[in-house]
């Protein structure tokens, strides 16, 4: 079984800066795909932000020249660094990841934004 544990949400001001770490640990041999998705109230859990195995990404194209993503293979830890938080950036976080075929989600963790 493989477990993803989310840190490092909170509560910022607009136009603050959080880092979002997701750490997987279990019967992992290799990881592929990672990424970062948030679900707002009311509304469909959406994606944010992939990067593969080799450290290619893509983008939500509402976190451009905002959010960054990267990992850490030999931590099997991949993060999320948001900058220029906008209130609308407030929601619960949650990664996932692939291992052997299989897609595992994190608990989430809350990001919330003030104005």
């Known amino acids: 079984q493989v477990e993803l544990v989310e840190s490092g949400g909170g509560l910022v001001q607009a136009g603050g800066s959080l880092r979002l770490s997701c750490a997987a640990s279990g019967r992992i041999f290799g990881i592929g795909a990672m990424g970062w998705y948030r679900q707002a109230p009311g509304n469909q859990r959406e994606l944010v932000a992939t990067i593969t195995g080799r450290g290619s990404t893509n983008y939500a194209d509402f976190v451009k020249d905002r959010f960054t993503i990267s990992r850490d293979n030999a931590k099997n830890t991949v993060y999320l660094q948001m900058n220029s938080l906008k209130p609308e950036d407030t929601a619960v976080y949650y990664c996932?990841?692939?291992?052997?075929?299989?897609?595992?989600w994190g608990q989430g963790t809350q990001v919330t934004v003030s104005s």
């Open positions: 996932n990841a692939v291992v052997s075929f299989r897609t595992y």
